[in-house]
């Protein structure tokens, strides 16, 4: 079964740092990785997605991914309260499988 | 642009009682998804629907009975609710499995 690892937190920054969410994986055939962010009592929402080795930005986010060591990251620079959510880390296998496995997330909170 | 349409919003049952939770897309996204939340254990996923006129179970199948009503539609039964089964439960779409999902803005179930 595959896993997901996230730190739960919460992780706290002051408005306008670079806040950095880490998430591991168990499976290597895991082919696709995805950031949603969920506001408490809100669906998930796609933010990044990343399916190659290095870097990918959209705005103030970052996407990271090390497909050796097995694990994926998201940046926010100049954080802003409004960014205050759980995010979640998702990957799937690619090709036919359509599963997303889920990580449980980790809460953010950017102080003003 | 209404992407993922979940009803009811809300609910509460009394043990025993069944109900459909119902999930319309109008993407024209091949699969479709059932997920439940729960706090500590994040999305979970219930039952899945690859393309139209398929199902599968997903990792927390019991209890749960699914419907792939037509390319649109893909509704989920509780026969027989559980107290167990009080949770906030998320549909999901997606057209392939590289692009990630679009989720429903959610149905939270409260089994009395």
């Known amino acids: 079964q595959k896993e997901v690892e996230q730190n739960s937190g919460p992780l706290s920054v002051p408005e306008g740092a670079i806040a950095s969410l880490n998430c591991t994986y168990s499976d290597r055939g895991s082919q696709s990785f995805f950031w949603y962010r969920q506001y408490s009592g809100k669906s998930p929402e796609l933010i990044m997605s990343i399916y190659s080795n290095g870097d990918k930005e959209d705005g103030r986010f970052t996407a990271q991914l090390n497909k050796a060591s097995q694990y994926v990251s998201l940046l926010i620079r100049d954080s802003q309260p409004s960014d205050s959510a759980t995010y979640l880390c998702a990957l799937g296998g690619g090709g036919s499988n359509y599963k997303l496995t889920f990580g449980k997330g980790t809460l953010l909170t950017v102080n003003p | 642009n209404a992407g993922v349409t979940q009803t009811p919003k809300f609910q509460v049952l009394k043990t025993g009682q069944s109900m459909t939770l119902q999930c319309a897309q109008d993407m024209n996204h091949n699969s479709m998804y059932w997920y439940r939340q729960d706090p500590g254990m994040g999305l979970r996923l219930i039952y899945y629907s690859a393309s139209e006129g398929t199902t599968d179970k997903g990792e927390v199948p019991n209890g749960y009975n699914v419907s792939r009503l037509n390319k649109r539609e893909f509704s989920l039964r509780l026969e027989s609710a559980a107290p167990s089964q009080t949770s906030v439960y998320f549909c999901?779409?997606?057209?392939?499995?590289?692009?990630?999902?679009?989720f429903g803005s959610g149905t939270r179930l409260t089994v009395v």
């Open positions: 999901a779409s997606s057209d392939v499995g590289l692009n990630g999902y679009t």
